[in-house]
């Protein structure tokens, strides 16, 4: 158990409404990385934080903004959801040696 | 980009049996990392490995890093109900902490 928690765990809301999601992890890790999953996809990469405020992006950014403005929590936003970004969102945070360390997931329907 | 590729989707087994699954790139990566997954939740880590032709276990997990560095293998022994899930296998490669995954498969295990 990395100490990752997300919330909230399933949403739905309709197309155009801004949607947050939120990471929250307790042990003080530096990197934290915001993933989609999809049938036929796999984990892709949306963006991820080095440090607090320091952020880049993934290969499916689109859509999608962060933010970090404390160690604690990463904050993923669709500005104005669209069905295409249905799906399952996971946060995970860096371990030691290069490992990653996911959360339970975020269930996202957009209708 | 760089593509781990992993076959086949779908794996079925007998319980009991032993089941490898491989892990191939046309890049070479410094870490190969495998994860499962189990319905409605996070991947969970299961083994890393950091060196070519490192050979490491996990109880009846036992997965190596191919000496080309371009793919890595998992093995399951003996395996087991709980076994089913999906399999992802992941590589880094870079100073950017970022990692590629594959498509997982997804094994399922019969009684």
């Known amino acids: 158990d990395a100490g990752i928690t997300q919330s909230p765990r399933h949403k739905v809301t309709e197309t155009g409404t801004p949607v947050t999601l939120r990471c929250h992890q307790t042990?003080?890790?530096?990197?934290m990385y915001w993933y989609r999953q999809d049938p036929g996809h796999g984990l892709r990469l949306i963006h991820y934080?080095?440090?607090?405020?320091?952020?880049d992006k993934g290969e499916v950014s689109d859509g999608y903004s962060v933010s970090r403005s404390k160690t604690e929590d990463f904050l993923l936003t669709l500005e104005s959801a669209t069905s295409s970004q249905t799906s399952v969102y996971f946060c995970?945070?860096?371990?030691?040696?290069?490992?990653?360390?996911f959360g339970p997931g975020t269930r996202l329907l957009v209708l | 980009g760089q593509q781990l590729n992993q076959s086949p989707q779908s794996m079925f087994i007998q319980e009991g049996e032993d089941v490898s699954m491989n892990c191939t790139s046309s890049?070479?990566?410094?870490?190969w990392l495998w994860y499962k997954q189990d319905p409605g939740e996070g991947p969970v880590l299961l083994i890393a490995?950091?060196?070519?032709?490192e050979l490491t276990s996990n109880g009846r997990l036992t997965a190596q890093f191919g000496i080309t560095r371009k793919d890595s293998f998992l093995n399951i022994s003996a395996s087991i109900p709980s076994d089913v899930g999906i399999y992802f296998c992941?590589?880094?490669?870079?100073?950017?902490?970022?990692?590629?995954f594959g498509k997982g498969i997804t094994l399922s295990v019969r009684p």
């Open positions: 995970a945070i860096k371990g030691a040696q290069e490992t990653q360390y």
């Open positions: 042990e003080n890790h530096r990197y």
């Open positions: 934080s080095y440090g607090v405020k320091d952020t």
């Open positions: 890049s070479i990566f410094n870490t």
């Open positions: 490995l950091y060196k070519a032709g």
């Open positions: 992941a590589g880094q490669n870079g100073a950017n902490s970022k990692l590629t």
